[in-house]
Nanobody, 124 residues
Framework: QVQLVESGGGLVPAGGSLRLSCAAS????????MGWFRQAPGKEREFIGA????????YYADSVKGRFTISSDNAKNTLYLQMNSLKPDDTAVYYC?????????????????WGQGTQVTVSS
């Protein structure tokens, strides 16, 4: 049974940084694509970025490109989202997600496994 557990959210002032973690268990994830999404109140779930776990290829949404970085620690089966230069518009619940195919995609409907989410609040 695949389990994804996010951590690292919190309250941060605008311009600050946070690093989210997603601990994955229950599978060998080398053939998986992993994504990060966020959802603000009243808005749809938004793609942030994704990584091909096997080779480390990453892809980002334009809204976070240059500010957010996805990485992975294969030994620990853990995914990271480093967020810099945070803005109040980045306030949302952040989710990691996994799909048992190597190619990452931007649609949340293509991801089979989801974590419970972690709240990120950026104050102005």
């Amino acid at each position: 049974q695949v389990q994804l557990v996010e951590s690292g959210g919190g309250l941060v002032p605008a311009g600050g940084s946070l690093r989210l973690s997603c601990a994955a268990s229950g599978r060998t994830f080398s053939s998986y694509a992993m994504g990060w999404f966020r959802q603000a109140p009243g808005k749809e779930r938004e793609f942030i970025g994704a990584i091909m776990w096997s080779v480390g290829f990453t892809y980002y949404a334009d809204s976070v490109k240059g500010r957010f970085t996805i990485s992975s620690d294969n030994a620990k089966n853990t995914l990271y989202l480093q967020m810099n230069s945070l803005k109040p518009d980045d306030t949302a619940v952040y989710y990691c997600a996994g799909r048992p195919q190597q190619m990452p995609i931007v649609s949340p409907f293509g991801y089979q496994y989801w974590g419970q989410g972690t709240q990120v609040t950026v104050s102005s």
